[in-house]
């Protein structure tokens, strides 16, 4: 089944830490990949997006992925995180290509502390 | 441009009641997606809308429905409410067909009592 996991589920860091949170999916041939971030009482933003070529990309607000096809992974990384990063972050995977539907997984939730 | 369009944005039903949700999408969007936002499942699909076609449907009870006008705004539908499905409901639009960014609304909160 078409899947992706999401594995930290809540991750709390002080500023300028380092961040990384995994994302894996399931085996399903062609995919697109996505990470969208949730600030409190806002709606879902793209913060990236993977659909072929250099499988490191860069998206907003210095946010950064890599795709790792030997690995089913597309973990969202950034070098210093800052208060303002203290949202819920989502990896989403489109399958197949035919289509716009998302899976999503089950989010994480970061609080960076000042 | 404006973004995605929901509403209402709250709603409160009785159980056994009905309800209709509505999305505007993006101008020019042609695609409409919606979702189930709840704390424990997360974000699930619910419908895929290209050109007034439902092209994909998750896996949800007959009692969610949804449909696409000419104008590509999109109404869901759930009848006989229950409990369970209190639950952030977002809209989400394409431009494409396939294979293009989705653009998020704010969502509509029902709560059912």
């Known amino acids: 089944a078409q899947s992706v996991s999401q594995h930290n589920h809540h991750v709390i860091l002080s500023e300028a830490a380092s961040l990384e949170l995994g994302c894996n999916y399931s085996?399903?041939?062609?995919?697109?990949l996505f990470w969208y971030v949730q600030y409190p009482g806002q709606h879902l933003q793209l913060l990236l997006k993977y659909f072929s070529g250099d499988p490191l990309v860069k998206g907003i607000k210095g946010f950064e992925a890599e795709f790792i096809k030997s690995k089913f992974s597309f973990n969202l990384r950034k070098p210093s995180v800052q208060w303002s990063d203290t949202a819920e972050y989502f990896c989403a995977v489109r399958y197949g290509g035919a289509t716009n539907k998302l899976i999503f997984g089950t989010g994480t939730l970061l609080a960076v502390q000042p | 441009k404006a973004g995605v369009t929901q509403t209402p944005r709250y709603l409160i039903k009785t159980r056994g009641q009905q309800v209709t949700l509505s999305c505007s999408p993006i101008s020019g969007h042609r695609s409409v997606s919606w979702y189930q936002q709840t704390p424990g499942q997360g974000l699930q699909f619910l419908f895929e809308?290209?050109?007034?076609?439902?092209?994909n449907k998750g896996n949800f009870p007959g009692r969610f429905s949804g449909r696409q006008f000419s104008n590509s705004r999109s109404e869901m539908n759930v009848s006989t409410l229950e409990l369970g499905d209190s639950a952030l409901y977002l809209c989400a639009s394409s431009w494409g067909e396939r294979n293009t960014e989705a653009f998020f609304g704010q969502g509509t909160r029902l709560t059912v009592v």
């Open positions: 809308y290209f050109s007034e076609t439902q092209r």
């Open positions: 085996y399903g041939g062609t995919v697109n």
